[in-house]
């Protein structure tokens, strides 16, 4: 197996995982039960877009995709903290004391 | 065969990294409460996107890209347990309980008249 | 480390980070790293012995060897088709003695990121951390493995 065909082959097999992962993500994010839930199981589907992202830029050779999954991992951050501030504003407002 | 040995070395990195994602979105959605999922998303989650980076680092053989994606793994291990911290906390006093297996809740006794201390 | 040494890797990140490592750029980026230390020259907090570089990259080896531990055994505990009975989760409260800010969140990063424990909250004096354990065996030996592992490298690194 040469090397060219052997990458082709990783990366093939990395997408597939990650479509799995992608899918098991969406799974808990459908089922909830609570917000929280839901949030962590965004933040991890960042995770894994950003896995997608760097498994193409192997497959390709176009490493301009690495910036992308930087921003993203960056922006996966942000959103988390927006909507973990989200859920500790939302607990208070409803009358119990935190 | 020593040409390609950085395709096999970061090839064998990124179907790890992968895996490791794969497991867990697994422990995500078989888990059975808020933070023992929690463990399973910022642990094995930042190994497996960290490892996809790094395996561009190693396929691409170039000193720029390579540079930009250790400094996305460390970005990557610095922000997920701060994420996974402020989620825990955040669920925690907006009354999320843990799940009724759980042994001992030392937090729970926290604003009671016995502070959990040594 | 002294400013010019401090001006190099500067410029030399920089030609990284902007892909580019010809003459100019770097001396562009050198240009702009002198003036970045020109105006956190109050803040430079003067030699650092290479003791303390050493125990950084011990925290460093510690921490990445811990990381990739605590990946498999999370992965190992999710593939149990016995899920329920293999866990035993609690929180526990976990006295700490560190003195800055930095120091504690330093310590419950790095408790985050390693085998089967979880920062979940600490005290408003900065006494406490409150650990999330995914499987609960003596609670004793958890707290003393924080407090001989990672709270003691912290405290090296920082005093």
Same mark, same amino acid.
């Given at each position: @197996?040469?090397?060219?065909l052997? %990458? ?8 597939v &995982?990650l479509g799995l $992962?992608?899918?098991?993500? @969406? ?13 962590l $199981? ?7 877009? @950003? ?11 176009l490493? &301009?995709? &690495?910036?992308?999954? %930087?921003a993203?991992?960056l922006?996966?951050? &942000?959103?988390?903290?927006a ?14 004391v935190? | 065969?020593l ?7 970061g090839? *064998?990195v ?7 994602t ?6 995500v959605v078989?888990l059975?409460?808020?933070?023992t999922?929690?463990?399973?998303a ?11 980076? +790094?395996?561009?680092? +190693? *396929?691409?053989q ?10 996305? +793994? ?7 347990? *701060? ?7 955040a669920?925690?006093l907006?009354?999320?309980k843990p799940?009724s ?5 030392e937090?729970?006794s ?5 502070p959990?201390?040594? | 480390?002294?400013p010019?040494?401090? #001006?190099?890797?500067l410029?030399l990140?920089w030609?990284?980070?902007?892909g ?11 240009l702009i790293g002198?003036v970045?230390i ?5 803040a430079?907090?003067g030699?650092r012995s290479t003791r303390?570089i050493?125990?950084?990259l ?6 990445? =060897?811990?990381?990739?531990a605590s ?7 999710v593939m ?5 009975s ?9 006295p ?10 330093l310590?419950?990063?790095? #408790?985050t ?13 900065r006494?406490?951390? =409150? ?11 958890? #707290?003393?493995?924080?407090a001989n ?11």
């Open positions: @197996m040469t090397a060219e052997f %990458i082709d082959w990783a990366t093939l097999i990395a997408l &995982l $992962a992608l899918v098991a993500s @969406m799974v808990r994010i459908v089922i909830g039960p609570s917000l929280s839930d839901r949030v $199981a965004l933040d991890l589907l960042t995770v894994v877009a @950003m896995g997608f992202i760097g498994a193409i830029a192997v497959r390709t050779g490493w &301009l995709y &690495l910036d992308i999954a %930087i993203l991992a922006l996966g951050f &942000l959103a988390t903290v909507l973990a501030r989200y859920v500790l504003l939302r607990g208070h407002a409803d009358g119990e935190g | 065969m040409t390609g040995l950085e395709l096999y070395l090839g *064998v990124l179907v790890l990294g992968a895996a490791f794969l497991l867990a979105a697994i422990g078989r059975p409460d808020l933070y999922r929690m463990h399973a910022s642990k094995a989650g930042a190994v497996g996107g960290g490892l996809i980076l +790094v395996a561009v680092a +190693v *396929v691409s170039d000193a720029a890209v390579a540079t930009r994606a250790i400094i996305g +793994v460390a970005f990557l291990l610095l922000t997920t347990p *701060v994420s996974a911290h402020l989620l825990a906390r669920s925690y907006s009354r999320y799940g297996q759980t042994l001992i809740d937090l729970a926290k604003n009671g008249q016995n959990a201390t040594e | 480390m002294n010019v040494f401090l #001006i190099i890797v410029a990140i030609a990284a980070i902007s580019n490592f010809s003459g100019l750029n770097l001396l562009l980026g050198a002198g970045a020109w105006l956190l020259r109050d430079w907090a030699p303390k050493r125990r950084v011990s925290l460093a080896a510690l921490f990445l =060897y811990e990381l990739m990946a498999v055994r999370v992965a190992i505990v149990r088709p016995d899920l329920k293999a866990l035993r989760p609690a929180i526990i409260a976990v700490i003695a560190l003195k800055s800010d930095a120091e504690v969140t310590l419950a990063n790095l #408790i990121l390693t085998p089967g424990t979880l920062t979940v909250d600490v005290s408003a004096d006494s406490v951390l =409150y650990v999330h354990v995914l499987d609960m065996g003596d609670r004793e030996a958890v #707290i003393s493995d924080i592992g990672f709270e003691k490298k912290v405290r090296e690194v920082f005093e």
